[in-house]
């Protein structure tokens, strides 16, 4: 989906990758135009994967080391290198960053990126993959958005860096008040020139959906999700998160959205420092009712 809406802008509406499009906004070729309803956040703390045999027992220890990843630019990564380097002092520039498939030979980046003269990313062998590389022990462990299949498949040798990432999350919570933010939904830029409305009724008709959703996930007398404890943990993550833990709109998460884009411009994938208002259509900061 994101190569498509970023190579070829196939869709007129569309989920896209923060990082890829803060990217395309800081170098003044954006094609969509955001809303803020962010259709993906997650607490990255469960995205670090590693040799379990190699020594790694603390974030430090991943200085000097060569880490797999799909791109370099995904949304999932940048918060995990900005959470390492804020919190734990390992700067991108400590590790190596092995890029390459995860389960298929060969993946280029989406959007061509500029990384700064002291960030080395190789290219994993032809014919290799990230997770034949992580098994083989050819790569010390791997950062992405999901799991490799090897942890999955329960490897001797490969487990998570946070061992406990619910509790990793939770203090990362209390300390920053910052859920992570992946995704936003965006529109063709030249209907939203067309139709100036449009963005403000896609962002009221998404929030009316949201809270149909929630509404749905509390009734727990017939519960609409295949999980168990689904109870227990909605009402963990409000005790610690407050009542609308996925919250959309600017107001809300200005404080995320800036540490993302101070994340995004340090690590060298956008040329300047974006700013919040330059994201989001401006129709989308204030509500209306019909």
């Not at 803020?36 to 000097?64: C, Q």
Request: proline share 6%; glycine share 8%.
């Amino acid at each position: 989906m994101f190569f498509r809406a970023f190579r070829h802008q196939a869709c007129d509406i569309s989920e896209l990758s923060l990082s890829s499009y803060s990217i395309s906004v800081a170098r003044g070729d954006a094609h969509y135009v955001a809303i803020p309803v962010f259709l993906s956040r997650a607490f990255r703390h469960t995205s670090v994967y590693i040799r379990t045999d190699r020594g790694i027992d603390s974030p430090e220890d991943l200085k000097g080391r060569r880490i797999g990843i799909a791109e370099y630019q995904l949304s999932a990564n940048v918060w995990v290198r900005g959470i390492l380097e804020e919190h734990h002092g390992v700067k991108p520039s400590d590790i190596t960053w092995v890029r390459g498939g995860m389960d298929t030979p060969g993946r280029p980046e989406k959007i061509k990126v500029d990384l700064p003269s002291d960030v080395v990313v190789e290219a994993a062998p032809d014919g290799s993959t990230l997770n034949q590389m992580l098994m083989d022990g050819e790569i010390d462990g791997f950062i992405g958005p999901r799991w490799p299949r090897c942890f999955a498949e329960g490897h001797p040798h490969v487990g998570r860096l946070f061992t406990d990432s619910i509790g990793a999350a939770e203090d990362y919570f209390r300390k920053t008040q910052i859920f992570p933010i992946m995704h936003v939904v965006g529109l063709r830029r030249s209907l939203a020139d067309a139709h100036p409305w449009l963005p403000g009724a896609l962002m009221k008709g998404f929030s009316e959906a949201k809270a149909l959703a929630t509404a749905a996930l509390q009734d727990t007398s017939a519960t609409k999700v295949t999980m168990p404890f689904v109870e227990d943990t909605l009402n963990r993550a409000q005790a610690l998160m407050g009542p609308d833990p996925w919250s959309y709109g600017v107001a809300a998460n200005t404080h995320t959205l800036d540490t993302f884009l101070g994340y995004h411009a340090s690590q060298g994938l956008s040329p300047r420092r974006v700013a919040i208002e330059e994201l989001f259509h401006p129709s989308t900061f204030e509500a209306y009712s019909l």
